[in-house]
């Protein structure tokens, strides 16, 4: 009988600031041996050269840590005529002509490989004004990207975020009904479901056979209605509940930490480590 592998924890060392050998530091420190890459050096790591991106993995090879996926900006965009609102992408535009777009899909891939990442996250085009809102359902760049990755033994994965058009449970499964034949599947953001109020264990366990990544950080609702990020399991993300369900669904899944904690980010993600090994059935790895 052979036992199921431990699920895995991963570590972005960008969390730790620009330069990212203190976050692959604090992952060997804390016994994680897989990064998440998303930017270095105030960039994002799709538009960095590829001596860079050598760089990176070179450091990480050094300290016996592998890439094991790369939170890439594709898709978190809009056209050039657009007004988007306040939007996080780590150094990358958020307004995107449509005939540049296939460009940073293939260097998206392509950064993949270099590093040695086998999954890209990709988002569900920004929210803006209405009538200029684009929609992932249909995106023939999306059909090309699926086609791309595959060949090049890329998979994507896309996260529900709530300033893009794909965010809650209904549209989620619509688009991975529809493209997870052709390989994409869920890069799963339990916080971010949570926000949109769809983190119950039906919804859960109709996106788990879809999920091939969770992104685990947490928050306190504050006085005025925002969040104060904290260490994961310190907030009210039902991870208590969600996390078993995962894990009876899809076993050995990678579980990421993404703390968005500024002040403290190193011991909000020791935190975080230690919370996981001890909510995530079997442990994590």
Known sequence: MHETP?????LNPDELGPDPAPGMDLAVKLGIGH????????????TLPADRLRHIRALADERGLKAAALASPLWKWC??????GRVDTFGFPTQVPPEERLGWVERAIETARILGAPVVRVFSHLRVEPELTEQLLGDPLLAKALELANAAGVRLLLENEPVCTVAHAESLLEILDRYHGQGLGLWLDVANLH??????????????????????????????????FCPAGEGVVPYGEVLPLLHAARPALPYALETHVRDTPADALAAGAAFLRSAVPGGVA
Do not use: F, M
Request: aromatic share 6%; charged share 25%; proline share 11%.
């Open 195 to 228: 926000e949109v109020g769809q983190a119950t264990p039906d919804v859960v366990r109709a996106l788990a056979p879809y999920v091939g990544y969770v992104h685990v950080k947490d928050y306190r609702p504050t006085d005025g209605g925002g969040r104060a």
């Open 35 to 46: 990064l998440e890459i998303r930017s270095a050096g105030g960039a994002n790591a799709v």
């Open 6 to 10: 431990p699920s895995t924890l991963l």
């Open 79 to 84: 056209r050039p005529e657009a007004r988007p």
